[in-house]
């Protein structure tokens, strides 16, 4: 079994509470580092932390911005994970999970970046980051004890690129789709030594929108700033900032290459109002365009980015977008 296939296992697992299949996925020496839970150690007491025992109607996971490398003799997983629980009430219940009032669904939304170490087809470590909490968090802190996030501040992450990494021989088109995820992971953790070699020493990003003050100069609804800005400037609205995507398209053209994306935001607009009929249809809000040209390896030279507002409807326990 590959490490991806493991991990994806995990998640599955992991959302449905199935305590059996999580068992043989895990080391029995298993150690995780967790911003909701802290550190814990060993199997059992793992198995113990993670589990979700309460009767939800709707449980799912999407997974995005999947990167897979070796490092010395293990293999390592980096990944973007939103976890959903939605259970379904004639009326509100404050001690409960989740409500339902007319209809519509109180979710328990959170995710952010996942790193897991396989040896030998088991997990020997897992990391996570908490960047996104949306719903009710506070039977998540009153019933689990899970410490989430304060928006004014900036948590340490735990979640980070290795500078030393080596990778299977893939096409050029899954090498520059996984340039992108590690470009966007650099974003997000702020590594801007290593973000240097993701980008040109000239590239400009640019936005439709003019709300970040201070980053540049505006045109019209448009600004233009170093492509820098996106590492080295710190949003007090975004400390643990996330850029959770699906490609769109690929074209390649020699030594240059356009990518089209979209970002996942799950606690922004789109998913205020959780009906039973639209719980598994994630929202995306931002439409970006990198372009790339190739050095030694792919990279970016621009990027833009506008607003949409737009859902895909799934039904899979674990998506990967």
Same mark, same amino acid.
């Given at each position: ?74 293999? $390592? ?32 939304? !959170? ?17 996570? #980051? ?7 968090? !506070? ?9 989430? !996030? ?22 050029? &088109? ?27 020493? #000239? ?9 970040? &003050? ?7 609804? %448009?600004? %233009? ?5 996106? $590492? ?38 789109? !998913? ?14 931002? &439409? ?8 030694? #390896? ?24």
């Amino acid at each position: 079994m590959t490490a991806v296939s493991l991990v994806k296992k995990f998640f599955d697992s992991y959302i449905m509470n199935e305590s059996d299949l999580l068992d043989d996925l895990l080391d029995t020496e298993i150690t995780i580092d967790y911003s909701t839970l802290g550190s814990i150690s060993g199997k059992e007491e793992v198995k113990k932390a993670l589990a979700l025992n309460e009767d939800f109607t709707y449980r799912y996971n999407i997974l995005s911005n999947l990167i897979d490398y070796k490092k010395e003799d293990t293999s $390592v997983v980096i990944c973007n994970v939103f976890h959903f629980l939605i259970k379904e009430y004639s009326s509100y219940n404050v001690a409960s999970a989740t409500s339902s009032v007319n209809g519509q669904v109180f979710p328990l939304v !959170y995710g952010g970046k996942y790193k897991f170490i396989v040896e030998n087809d088991k997990i020997k470590a897992v990391s996570f #980051d908490l960047e996104a909490q949306m719903g009710n968090t !506070y039977w998540a802190k009153k019933n689990w004890q899970w410490h989430l !996030y304060d928006e004014t501040k900036h948590d340490p992450r735990k979640v980070l690129l290795d500078e030393i990494r080596t990778y299977e021989k893939t096409d050029e &088109q899954q090498n520059i789709i996984r340039r992108i995820y590690e470009f966007m992971l650099l974003v997000d953790t702020r590594q801007s030594d290593l973000f240097k070699q993701y980008v040109t020493e #000239d590239g400009i990003y640019s936005y439709r929108d003019a709300t970040r &003050q201070g980053m540049g100069i505006s045109e019209d609804t %448009r600004t %233009r700033v170093s492509i820098m800005n996106l $590492v080295n400037h710190i949003d007090d609205r975004e400390y643990q900032s996330h850029h959770s995507c699906r490609i769109i398209d690929v074209k390649v053209d020699g030594d240059e290459a356009e990518v089209t994306l979209e970002m996942f935001e799950p606690t922004k607009l789109g !998913y205020k109002h959780l009906f039973s009929n639209n719980v598994y249809q994630p929202y995306y809000n931002e &439409q970006w365009k990198l372009k790339l040209v190739k050095k030694e #390896d792919w990279i970016v030279s621009s990027a833009d980015h506008k607003a949409v507002s737009k859902f895909q409807k799934v039904s899979y326990k674990t998506l990967c977008i």
